[in-house]
Every structure is written in C-alpha cells, then in structure tokens.
C-alpha cells in the first residue's frame, strides 16, 4: 500500500486546510486510517482515525470540534478538514493505514504511513 497526503501549507491563526491521503496499492476492506502530527520538538502524536467499513471516526481532545475525518471510498481517500487552526496545530502531519481497527490512536500499531505534509499556522 502506499499513501500519498497532500494539501499543507501555510495559514494564518482561525483558518481552515483540509489534506488528503490517497491509498493505492490494494482495496482497504477492513482497513483504518489515521491522521498523526509532529510538532517541532516533540514527539508524534495521534490526531483522528476512521475505519474503512463502518466509517466510525475518532479524534484527539485537542481537535475535537474543529478537525473533522472522512473517507471517499471511490477514490481510496481519507480526508482531514481543520478548521478554525491554532499555531499549536503546527506539525508535519501524517497519514496512515493498518490492517485491523484496533490500538487506532498508537502510531506503532500502523503498517503503512505517507510521507509527511507540513502545516504551519500563525498567529
């Protein structure tokens, strides 16, 4: 599988970007997918996960209410809509895929990742 994420850039504080992940390689069944980040310094951390099927979603508290995750299965594409950004929201963000639909917020649980796409937000 290899995972393609696009749309970062450079926004003011209160805007909005959405990337997206597109997955070739293999149809994703019963497949998840998550949004991950690494802010300058500091460790990866988990930021929203959907599952392919059933289309359930989860998010980190510190995106809830303003980071939405969604899926076009059509176009094997996962999406992650941000809006109202913060500067803490500065990271390389990530995409990624594992087999099952468990442990979806550990980054070590993921068998595929993209490369990272950089998202810079001021204030």
């Known amino acids: 599988v290899q995972l393609q994420a696009s749309g970062g850039g450079s926004v003011q504080a209160g805007d909005s970007l959405r990337l997206s992940c597109a997955a070739s390689g293999r149809t994703l069944g019963s497949w998840a997918m998550g949004w991950f980040r690494q802010p300058p310094g500091k460790e990866r951390e988990f930021v929203a996960a959907?599952?392919?099927?059933?289309?359930?979603?989860f998010y980190a508290d510190s995106v809830k209410g303003r980071f939405t995750i969604s899926k076009n299965n059509a176009q094997n594409t996962v999406y992650l809509q941000m809006n109202s950004l913060k500067p803490e929201d500065t990271a390389v963000y990530y995409c990624a895929a594992k087999y099952s639909t468990i442990r979806l917020t550990e980054a070590p649980s993921y068998d595929y990742w993209g490369q990272g796409t950089l998202v810079t937000v001021s204030s």
């Open positions: 959907i599952t392919w099927s059933g289309g359930a979603t």
